[in-house]
Nanobody, 123 residues
Framework: QVHLVESGGGLVQAGGSLRLSCVAS????????MGWFRQAPGKERAEFVA?????????TYADSVKGRFTISRDNAKNTVSLRLDSLKSEDTAVYYC???????????????WGQGTQVTVSS
C-alpha cells in the first residue's frame, strides 16, 4: 500500500500553466500504475485526466487534455507529476493522484487516492 500526497495547485489565469506533484510513501511505488483524476464543481464523480504505466513507458490522456497536459513519473523519487499548460476555465477542479495495480482509466481501478489539490483557472 502507498500513501499519496499532492501539491502544486493554485489560482492561474486562462492560458497559464501549473505543475502538480504527487509524492508516494512506501517502497512499492514502481509496482503501481499512476493516474490523475479531477472533480469539477457540481460534479458527483471524478473524471479521468491522465495515466502512466509503472515503468513510465506508456501514457494515456483524456481527449479534453490531450496536447495540453503531460504526465510523468520518477520512480527513484516516488513521484508522479502532471504538467498543465494552456489552461482553460473548464479545467477548474480538485485534482487527485491515484494508484492502481491494474492498467486503465476507470476510477474503480484505482484503490489508493491522495487528498486532492485545488486548481482554479480564471478567465
Amino acid at each position: 500500500q502507498v500513501h499519496l500526497v499532492e501539491s502544486g495547485g493554485g489560482l492561474v489565469q486562462a492560458g497559464g500553466s501549473l505543475r502538480l506533484s504527487c509524492v508516494a510513501s512506501g517502497r512499492t511505488f514502481s509496482s503501481y500504475d499512476m493516474g490523475w483524476f479531477r472533480q469539477a464543481p457540481g460534479k458527483e464523480r471524478a473524471e479521468f485526466v491522465a495515466a502512466i504505466s509503472r515503468n513510465g513507458g506508456s501514457t494515456t490522456y483524456a481527449d479534453s487534455v490531450k496536447g495540453r497536459f503531460t504526465i510523468s513519473r520518477d520512480n527513484a523519487k516516488n513521484t508522479v507529476s502532471l504538467r498543465l499548460d494552456s489552461l482553460k476555465s473548464e479545467d477548474t477542479a480538485v485534482y487527485y493522484c491515484a494508484a492502481s495495480k491494474a492498467s486503465g482509466t476507470l476510477t474503480d481501478l484505482y484503490d489508493t487516492w491522495g487528498q486532492g489539490t485545488q486548481v482554479t483557472v480564471s478567465s
